[in-house]
């Protein structure tokens, strides 16, 4: 009922917009999967990562949204990122920087009121001499690397820091950090190996809160919470864990137009390199929707789409403005240039998308084009 709603609503704005895709942004379920994850968390605080521009989803919506919740630290991973946000948001709401500073952003960034998450030392003396140069005080978080390999604080730039932290530079630490590799894994044994860094580095800087678990890591255990959760991909709707039923609810669907239908006999070549050719007499529906639009290339000949519940598989291979589908499985005539088929719905979720072009939820998630209508849903459900 909800999606025949939505469908036609989507039908109006077919004319309107005209647009041949709809993605359709549910803020209302990104605010209970909030709320679902402060319940797991508290005392515990949960701060929201809207990097990529909120997985794609529209970053300013969706931080006002969680801000609304009483989110107030908000993860970019690009300064460029954290310029944009900043004047969405009031000023309680913290802005930081996961991959630290480039050399040169320092006055700009201080002057935002943005937090740089520092990585190394080398970072650490920009900011410390940026702080002296503005005579004030400015506040950083410190990451550290507890066996990712990529950002953060090596183990051999430790001591070195605590030296620098001991005489103050002018920087206010406000929390240090870092972040899992295998928090999706529950019995991965990466999780307990960096937990136990984890506890060294606690040691080593004491009195000093700790941010520490992604969306998946919010699943793995009180120990790894700190205070501060970073969880992204489950506040979108993708699943925190693999292999366990997928405790978020959807806040993506995406509905896209049929642009073409035709009959073809048995032996026809459907695509690009005819790399599929009909065993049968086949219905095939051409949608508005291509690897431009976030649909991964591999998809051709391994993914579907759905009518009505209907599976429809995809035949050949995805173009860049286009998919191909077999409809034989539906009545003669069901879809006419317009109607609408799920890509991402009630049928089909990130995950499902996400195993048949062989990638992860993120990679369909921040693929999503900009060549869709994109409507914002805000109402509670009743
Ligand atoms: C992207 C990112 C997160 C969020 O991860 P999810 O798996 O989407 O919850 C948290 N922390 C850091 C450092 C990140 O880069």
């Given at each position: 009922m909800d999606s025949d709603i939505l469908v036609s609503h989507a039908r109006t704005a077919t004319i309107m917009q005209g647009a041949t895709g709809y993605l359709t942004i549910d803020l209302a379920a990104l605010g209970r999967n909030y709320r679902k994850l402060l319940s797991m968390l508290t005392p515990v605080r949960a701060g929201a990562v809207v990097k990529a521009d909120a997985y794609g989803l529209g970053a300013e919506r969706v931080a006002r949204t969680l801000y609304a919740q009483g989110c107030r630290h908000f993860f970019v991973a690009q300064f460029i990122e954290a310029v944009r946000l900043r004047p969405a948001l009031a000023q309680d709401a913290q802005i930081f920087v996961l991959n630290g500073l480039q050399p040169g952003n320092e006055i700009a960034c201080a002057e935002m009121g943005v937090v740089p998450v520092l990585n190394s030392l080398a970072q650490w003396r920009q900011w410390s001499a940026a702080a002296r140069a503005l005579k004030r005080c400015l506040p950083a978080v410190l990451q550290f690397d507890?066996?990712?390999?990529?950002?953060?604080?090596?183990?051999?730039e430790r001591a070195e820091l605590a030296a620098a932290l001991r005489d103050g530079g002018n920087v206010e630490i406000l929390f240090i950090m870092s972040h899992l590799?295998?928090?999706?894994?529950?019995?991965?044994e990466q999780n307990g190996e960096q937990l136990a860094e984890m506890a060294c580095i606690a040691e080593e800087f004491p009195g000093f809160d700790i941010s520490f678990a992604n969306s998946g890591g919010v699943f793995?255990?009180?120990?790894?919470?700190?205070?501060l959760a970073r969880p992204g991909i489950a506040l979108y709707?993708?699943?925190?864990?693999?292999?366990?039923?997928?405790p978020m609810e959807p806040v993506v669907s995406l509905d896209v137009a049929v642009v073409q239908t035709r009959a073809v006999p048995e032996g026809t070549k459907v695509g690009y390199g005819g790399a599929h050719v009909t065993h049968r007499e086949t219905r095939l529906a051409t949608i508005a929707a291509g690897y431009a639009d976030?649909?991964?290339?591999?998809?051709?000949?391994r993914g579907a789409v759905y009518f009505k519940g209907i599976r429809l598989p995809i035949v050949g291979r995805v173009s860049m403005d286009s998919i191909t589908v077999d409809v034989s499985a539906l009545p003669e005539g069901a879809l006419t240039l317009g109607s609408l088929v799920e890509v991402l719905g009630a049928h089909q979720t990130l995950e499902h998308i996400a195993r048949d072009a062989d990638t992860i939820s993120y990679e369909i998630l921040t693929g999503l084009g900009d060549r869709y209508h994109r409507q914002y849903r805000y109402l509670t459900k009743s």
């Open positions: 507890t066996g990712m390999s990529r950002l953060g604080f090596p183990s051999e590799a295998s928090a999706d894994e529950t019995d991965g793995l255990g009180d120990a790894y919470h700190g205070v709707g993708g699943a925190p864990n693999a292999g366990t039923e997928n976030g649909l991964p290339r591999s998809l051709s000949g």
